[in-house]
């Protein structure tokens, strides 16, 4: 079993940053894609950004895309999210999740494992 730890989140007015962090512990079967999702009050869970076991390759939703950056340390066992230029729309809870088929996948049901998540407000 993994256990993904997010942190990170908070209240930031539209126009800044915040860096979300997600550690990840307990024994990984295999290598593994890490994701960020995000969900909105009232609505479902969404892909945000996606990184493989390498670090080589990435994958971004649309509204991610210029904004935000994944990126992972292996050897901390630890997945980051800078996110940048923060929109009122961008307010949700951050999921970080693990995929042990390390597929590099947008979609929720390729990944195993998920954390409990943390709060990202924008305000406007």
């Known amino acids: 079993q993994m256990q993904l730890v997010e942190s990170g989140g908070g209240l930031v007015q539209a126009g800044g940053s915040l860096r979300l962090s997600c550690a990840a512990s307990?024994?990984?079967?295999?290598?593994?894609?890490m994701g960020w999702f995000r969900q909105a009050p009232g609505k479902g869970r969404v892909f945000v950004a996606a990184i493989n076991w390498s670090g080589g390759r990435t994958y971004y939703a649309d509204s991610a895309k210029g904004r935000f950056t994944i990126s992972r340390d292996n050897a901390e066992n630890s997945v980051y999210l800078q996110m940048n230029s923060l929109k009122s729309e961008d307010t949700a809870v951050y999921y970080c999740a693990a995929d042990d088929a390390d597929l590099l996948a947008g979609y929720a049901g390729a990944y195993n494992y998920w954390g409990q998540g943390t709060q990202v407000t924008v305000s406007s």
């Open positions: 307990g024994r990984a079967r295999s290598t593994y894609t």
